[in-house]
Each structure stands twice: as C-alpha cells, then as structure tokens.
C-alpha cells in the first residue's frame, strides 16, 4: 500500500498537497509489526532532521552551428527538511534549500580565438525533493533539478542542461528515461527503513552519467552530448 507525503512550508497555517497528479500514487508508509516509525531503542522519538546534499561536475558540446560549443559545469545545492509521523503517515517538512556552489564557463571558436561566457549565479539550478517512497522494506528520496538553458553563445539551438536527478519508477518510453543513461552506478537514492530506528545515519550515492542526442533547427542538424559525475548524501537525524 502506498500513501501520499505532503510537502508542509514553515509558517503556513493548512497542510498543502504540492505533489502533481502524476505523484499521487507516490507513498510513504514506514509503520511495520516490528517496530514503528519514532520510536527507536530508546524511545519518544517523534521526528527526524533530513538532509539531501547533492555534488555534481559536468560538461556538455554543441556541434552543428557556427562554431562548436563546450561547456563545463560544478553545481552543489543541499535540500534540509523534516520527517514527521501524521497517524499511519509521515508529513515531509521544507525548512530549506541553498545552492552551495554554481559555475559555469562555455567557450565557442577556433583554439587560441575562443569566446568565453559564464552563467551568472543568480541564475543556478535548484534542487527539489519530489516526494520520498517506502517500499518492500526501502525508501526512496526522489529529487530533480531545475533546468538550465545552454547554449550560453547565440545559437538557432536552445536545450535544457540536464543536471543530477533521482527519477524513482521508470517513467515513459523504455530507453528514454534518466536513468537509462546512467554508465556507472544508479541514480536510485534508497536507504534501508532500519535507518529510522538509528539516532543518525548517513547513506552516500555516486553515479556517472552521459547523453548523445541529434537535434534539427531550421533544416540543420545538431548533436549534442552532455554528462556529469555525482555524490549525493543522505542524513537522518532522530529527534
């Protein structure tokens, strides 16, 4: 059986269901015969501190234009919120989210004539928690990133950069999906649900990542190959 997580904002005076349509069937339901979510061996816990810090490096090209494009990226953004007990529910908790590191540099043009551009700060990609799910004895922290436009050089192409996600159930087409280009490790952030009954417990994740895809603009071809290297962390604290 899976139920729903909401996603409460601090200071708000009415739980808010955030989560689409799509993630309705998305659930969280940690309460076992053994033990119940809250109470570990020592007892009276009721909620638990969590902390999502996602690291990637990354880098991207453009071929079909003018001149070729390359880019090179860091991102590192870190969700923190609360897992709290609502009945035979958990309610997730927003308390906040901060982008840590953002840069990026793209150069276009012959080597030695290059044209450099960086992306301002103001502009990084933020990390979202979707929703978190339990299942078979597992749970699972489902992020995504917000989208970035690149090229940043004038360009009759315009893609989203694709920075580090944690897609949960295969969605769409078979072979069209996140994970699917995923070349070394999973992009599934699971903990096992005996963490909950531990005081803290940290559980670390690293895959790398790559995509080739052809794009046609105004009768021109393009290619386009992005990937990136990452970390994510998962920390739980009992409170």
């Known amino acids: 059986m899976k139920r729903v997580i ?5 200071g708000m005076a009415k739980k808010l269901l ?3 349509a799509a993630a309705l069937a998305a659930a969280l339901l940690l309460a076992g015969p053994e033990a119940r979510p809250g109470e570990g061996p020592s007892g009276g816990r009721a909620w638990w501190e969590v902390r999502v810090l996602v690291t990637a490096e990354g880098d991207y090209s453009v071929r079909g234009g003018r001149a070729p494009v390359r880019g090179e990226y860091a991102w590192r953004a870190c969700w923190e919120g609360r897992l709290e007990p609502d009945g035979d529910d958990f309610l997730l908790i927003h308390l906040k989210t901060e982008v840590l590191d953002w840069r990026l540099r793209e150069t276009s ?19 979202r928690l979707s929703y978190v799910l339990k299942d078979d004895g597992e749970i699972e922290f489902v992020f995504e990133t917000g989208g970035f436009p690149v090229p940043l050089h004038e360009s009759a192409l315009a893609v989203e950069l694709e920075l580090p996600r944690s897609p949960g159930r295969p969605a769409g087409p078979p072979g069209q999906g996140y994970g699917d280009f995923v070349r070394r490790g999973s992009s599934r952030v699971v903990i ?4 909950l009954l531990e005081r803290a417990a940290e559980r670390s994740f690293s895959w790398e990542w790559q995509r080739g895809k052809r794009h046609l603009r105004q009768g021109r071809a393009f290619f386009v190959t992005q990937g990136h290297a990452v970390e994510t962390v998962v920390s739980l604290v009992a409170r």
């Not at 909401?6 to 601090?10: A, K, L, S, W």
């Not at 080597?111 to 301002?120: F, I, K, Q, T």
């Not at 096992?192 to 963490?195: G, M, R, T």
């Open 192 to 195: 096992p649900e005996s963490d």
């Open 109 to 127: 043009g012959p080597a030695g004539r290059e044209s450099v551009l960086e992306a301002p700060a103001a502009r990084a990609p933020d990390l």
């Open 6 to 10: 909401r996603e409460m904002r601090i």
């Open 18 to 20: 955030l989560w689409p």
